[in-house]
């Protein structure tokens, strides 16, 4: 099993290296926000609104790992060639991982924002959930960044993390996790209730990915420059990746920061209502397209070490 594993996770990770999200093929996540979307229209009202999203994402979560799981002793049978096994479980992988497709977008905002700052706006409403009608930017390639470091931890190193543990099955329930909680994870007046649960599974959920995302880029700037720093760079993530608003985001933000020295954070607007989060680092120097540059090379090679681990495990498992 170990080892079918491997080549799933290999076949699964090249093929979003060299690809990314491929637009014309039907894809988990999207299936995923139709149902979630579907219970939140239907069930986000009225009494109870607590009690009915802790059921919408239990059961939606424990419901997507039985059918994995079910369909993976289905492909272990004996009269199926393990290749069927391999085959399916890296399409799994390929569709769970964001890497190719976050630092694509991320670029494209750097570069409509050198175009003009409202090609800029609506590139980054791509892949925030803020309000962008308003940013500098400044705020807009802020907002990029930001969006880098914690999706390589939500979108990379997390459902790898949970694929070592749990394979494939538990690979596509984290990213129903992490789909539940971009839906209806927000503590606003609409959804504080109903994704209350939400909210608080992906924090468990990319507890141990987001600590160990903020050391892989550390990492990956001490192999990619020097490392000169790194003891100061600790200290750095240390002080100000528990002093942002969400108990994980803050740990790869702050690592980022700490290596391009750079400040993020600040009060953004979230449907309407201000959100403020305290401030990660003190430098609030003007971002530039060196910047995203480096940022995209620390991520391929966190992403790297992070699918070199993670095959060492199999491997030794066997």
Not at 4 to 12: E, K, N, P, R
Not at 122 to 128: D, E, H, S, Y
Not at 247 to 267: H, I, K, Y
């Amino acid at each position: 099993m170990g080892i079918l594993s491997l080549f799933s996770l290999f076949i699964g990770w090249l093929l979003d290296l060299v690809f990314g999200d491929p637009p014309r093929l039907p894809h988990p996540v999207v299936a995923f926000g139709r149902w979630i979307a579907f219970c939140e229209h239907h069930l986000n009202r009225g009494r109870h609104r607590m009690a009915k999203g802790a059921a919408v994402a239990l059961l939606s979560i424990g419901g997507v790992f039985a059918v994995a799981w079910a369909a993976n002793v289905l492909l272990m049978h004996p009269a199926l060639h393990p290749a069927a096994y391999v085959g399916v479980n890296a399409v799994i992988v390929f569709f769970c991982l964001a890497g190719h497709t976050l630092r694509r977008e991320v670029a494209d905002v750097f570069r409509a924002v050198d175009c003009s700052l409202d090609d800029g706006r609506r590139q980054v409403a791509r892949i925030v959930g803020r309000d962008t009608a308003t940013l500098t930017a400044q705020e807009v390639r802020t907002a990029a960044l930001e969006t880098l470091a914690e999706n390589l931890s939500d979108g990379i190193v997390a459902p790898l993390f949970w694929f070592a543990l749990l394979g494939s099955p538990g690979m596509l329930a984290y990213k129903m996790v992490n789909t539940l909680d971009s839906m209806i994870g927000y503590r606003t007046e609409r959804y504080r209730a109903f994704g209350c649960w939400a909210a608080r599974i992906d924090d468990i959920a990319n507890y141990v990915p987001a600590r160990a995302t903020a050391l892989l880029i550390l990492l990956a700037h001490a192999l990619c420059h020097t490392p000169r720093g790194f003891t100061r760079q600790l200290r750095f993530v240390a002080s100000y990746g528990p002093a942002h608003a969400s108990p994980n985001s803050g740990w790869p933000e702050a690592a980022l920061a700490a290596v391009l020295d750079c400040r993020f954070g600040g009060t953004h607007d979230y449907f309407g209502q201000a959100v403020e989060k305290p401030y990660i680092g003190t430098n609030d120097r003007p971002l530039t397209t060196t910047d995203m540059l480096l940022s995209i090379r620390l991520a391929i090679v966190a992403e790297t070490i992070t699918v070199a681990i993670i095959a060492a495990s199999l491997w030794l498992r066997g």
